[in-house]
């Protein structure tokens, strides 16, 4: 299939090089379609370089799909050059490489220190506390948003991905975010939700629908960068400070989902 990705609304970013071509092509191609339907003609295609050209570059989809990842999660431009003599990665290589980039108390450092901290905010500090972990939420959906697109895209192909990015990426980050309420809640900060880890998730899904869907979705449905991170902030922010109660979650449902970032 003769097929082009720049009508999705994805941010294509200028070639510095060869290298920077090829891999910004097959970025953009695993971002929409996955590694299985992902072809190397297409790539090729995408990218601007002869079918033999992306072959110098990468012994392998998989090598291919995997430095993809790596360009998506913010590994620069040296490191990715690096590896292009190397073996193909297995795939629990790829999987290893998504835990060690998305670790949240790398990623959600205000967070951590907050539950880690021996008292908590004030009521006076804590919508200004809320507003730092929320935005720092959306920042890192926002940065790695091209990352998260490509796993989405191969869950289907890859579960190991799929799981070990519910399990232990966004898993954490929803059960961390839950625990920081029921805590404020308890102490007074917060009114007290009837499902803490519901209201987190919807935290989540808030800065999901804004910090990444945004740059995929074509014909300006969404608002600029600054004004998308400030609508997630307010929204997610009121509805903690605001809210009275919430409807408790139906016996034996999750409340981390399985395949929405």
């Not at 003609?41 to 601007?48: K, L, R, S």
């Not at 995997?66 to 629990?92: C, H, I, K």
């Not at 697109?149 to 192909?157: G, K, Q, T, Y």
């Amino acid at each position: 299939m003769n097929i082009s990705f720049y009508n999705v609304g994805m941010v294509v970013l200028a070639a510095e090089s060869k290298l920077d071509q090829v891999l910004g092509g097959a970025t953009r191609v695993f971002a929409h379609v996955g590694f299985k339907r992902a072809q190397m003609a297409d790539i090729a295609t995408e990218a601007g370089v002869a079918l033999g050209t992306l072959y110098r570059y990468s012994r392998s989809k998989t090598a291919l799909f995997y430095l993809a990842v790596q360009r998506g999660f913010g590994v620069d431009g040296e490191s990715l050059r690096q590896q292009l003599d190397r073996e193909p990665p297995t795939r629990r290589e790829v999987v290893e490489f998504v835990l060690r980039s998305l670790a949240t108390g790398r990623l959600l450092p205000t967070l951590a220190a907050r539950l880690s901290a021996p008292e908590a905010p004030s009521q006076e500090q804590i919508r200004a506390v809320l507003v730092e972990i929320v935005g720092e939420l959306y920042d890192t959906v926002d940065r790695h948003h091209l990352g998260i697109r490509i796993l989405d895209r191969s869950v289907h192909e890859w579960p190991e991905l799929g799981q070990c990015f519910v399990d232990e990426v966004r898993g954490p980050a929803v059960r961390q975010l839950a625990e920081f309420i029921e805590r404020c809640a308890e102490q007074g900060l917060l009114p007290r939700p009837a499902d803490a880890a519901a209201a987190a998730r919807l935290v989540v899904e808030i800065c999901a629908a804004l910090a990444m869907h945004r740059h995929f979705t074509s014909g300006g449905a969404y608002a600029s960068a600054a004004v998308a991170r400030d609508m997630a902030i307010h929204f997610a922010v009121s509805g903690l400070v605001a809210a009275t109660s919430m409807p408790a979650r139906r016996p034996g449902a999750s409340s981390e989902g399985r395949n929405d970032p």
